[in-house]
């Protein structure tokens, strides 16, 4: 009985250990006093990065804005991660002199965009799985005929 119930035992904590939710960090997650030490209009781009990091992209048609991204998950046994908190906090630099003109927090979070399920159509004959697999039994090439684009004798 004694050999039983020690394999049991550690198989149930190991059946157990699967089921502890497990956090996971993605990009740069900025807190309120990481925002706090950012001071418009005194700090510069140097500064910024010193104080919070290098931004998770800069805009692709104005190198005066740059965007940070951070999302925490977790995930519980073998479930999809979900989303516990998301934040994007747009930093806005001046143009002349470089310092920093607003950091504020994008409330929205991401947009999300619909799948569209409609496929494009090509051009030619539409067959069936089957018609395809039959399409060609009797089609054979006779053999002084050789592969399309050769013939025999250059074979």
Do not use: H
């Not at 930093?91 to 569209?116: H, M, N, Y």
Request: proline residues 5%; glycine residues 10%; charged residues 25%.
């Amino acid at each position: 009985m004694k050999n039983i119930i020690l394999p049991i035992l550690i198989l149930s904590l190991t059946a157990l250990s699967a089921c502890t939710p497990m956090a996971a960090t993605r990009g740069n997650l900025l807190e309120e006093y990481q925002l706090k030490e950012v001071l418009p209009g005194i700090d510069g781009k140097d500064d910024v990065v010193r104080k919070i990091g290098s931004p998770t992209t800069v805009s692709t048609f104005d190198d005066n804005t740059w965007y940070y991204m951070g999302q925490k998950t977790k995930k519980k046994g073998i479930m999809d991660p979900k989303v516990v908190d998301e934040k994007i906090v747009i930093v806005t630099f001046a143009a002349a002199d470089g310092k920093v003109l607003d950091v504020k927090e994008q409330k929205d979070g991401r947009t999300s965009i619909p799948i569209v399920q409609r496929t494009t159509p090509v051009s030619g004959n539409d067959f069936t799985f089957v018609q395809q697999m039959l399409g060609n039994v009797g089609k054979f090439n006779r053999p002084d005929e050789g592969v399309i684009g050769t013939s025999g004798a250059n074979r």
